[in-house]
Antibody, heavy 122, light 108 residues
Framework: QVQLLESGGGVVQPGGSLRLSCSASGFTFSSFGMHWVRQAPGKGLEWVAFISYDGSNKNHADSVKGRFTISRDNSKNTLDLQMNSLRPEDTAVYYC???????????????WGQGTLVTVSS | EIVLTQSPGTLSLSPGERATLSCWASQSVSYSYLAWYQQKPGQAPRLLIYGASSRATGIPDRFSGSGSGTDFTLTISRLEPEDFAVYYCQQYGSSTITFGQGTRLEIK
């Protein structure tokens, strides 16, 4: 069965960095685009970034552009999010999510991890 | 970016009743790339509907989606106790994916 397991969350000071990882299993990871989505405490969902199945196409939300970078390693079935220059408003649960179809671009998200909490606070 | 507005913010109904949730887009959603998700407390969202009207794998047929352009609807024909949750619409037809603010479906 499809499993997505995030790791790397924690408490970091404003201006600091953190690297999140998502370990995927139960499907052919190299065939699907992947996303990061976040949810601030008690708030709604916000899309963060996308990477195509082969890593050649990436897109980031304006709110994180220039600070966050999505990447993947298809040989290790892992998805990463490098987060730099963190701000208190980046505090959220971060989910990785899988594209539903074999699209080069976007699709609905058919599987989600359980999330990892990032807290940006001094 | 496309702004999605969901209505109502909270919907209070009883099990067995019909629920109608709305999602309006500030611009036309390309290819009807509109999805609906259900989220329960402490859990990740679950995909219910994609492409505006296609049910995801394993989703009961009491859930249905409709609409096109800027107006979309999620209908739950007869509410079961496990359906009380928060529902989000999402558009994935533009370069920036966006979600609605959510509709909370609560037991009356």
């Amino acid at each position: 069965q499809v499993q997505l397991l995030e790791s790397g969350g924690g408490v970091v000071q404003p201006g600091g960095s953190l690297r999140l990882s998502c370990s995927a299993s139960g499907f052919t990871f190299s065939s699907f685009g992947m996303h990061w989505v976040r949810q601030a405490p008690g708030k709604g969902l916000e899309w963060v970034a996308f990477i195509s199945y082969d890593g050649s196409n990436k897109n980031h939300a304006d709110s994180v552009k220039g600070r966050f970078t999505i990447s993947r390693d298809n040989s290790k079935n892992t998805l990463d999010l490098q987060m730099n220059s963190l701000r208190p408003e980046d505090t959220a649960v971060y989910y990785c999510a899988k594209n539903r179809g074999y699209n080069y671009g976007y699709d609905a998200f058919d599987y989600w991890g359980q999330g990892t909490l990032v807290t940006v606070s001094s | 970016e496309i702004v999605l507005t969901q209505s109502p913010g909270t919907l209070s109904l009883s099990p067995g009743e019909r629920a109608t949730l709305s999602c309006w887009a500030s611009q036309s959603v390309s290819y009807s790339y509109l999805a609906w998700y259900q989220q329960k407390p402490g859990q990740a969202p679950r995909l219910l509907i994609y492409g505006a009207s296609s049910r995801a794998t394993g989703i009961p047929d009491r859930f249905s989606g409709s609409g096109s352009g800027t107006d979309f609807t999620l209908t739950i024909s007869r509410l079961e106790p496990e359906d009380f949750a928060v529902y989000y619409c999402q558009q994935y037809g533009s370069s920036t994916i966006t979600f609605g603010q959510g509709t909370r479906l609560e037991i009356k």
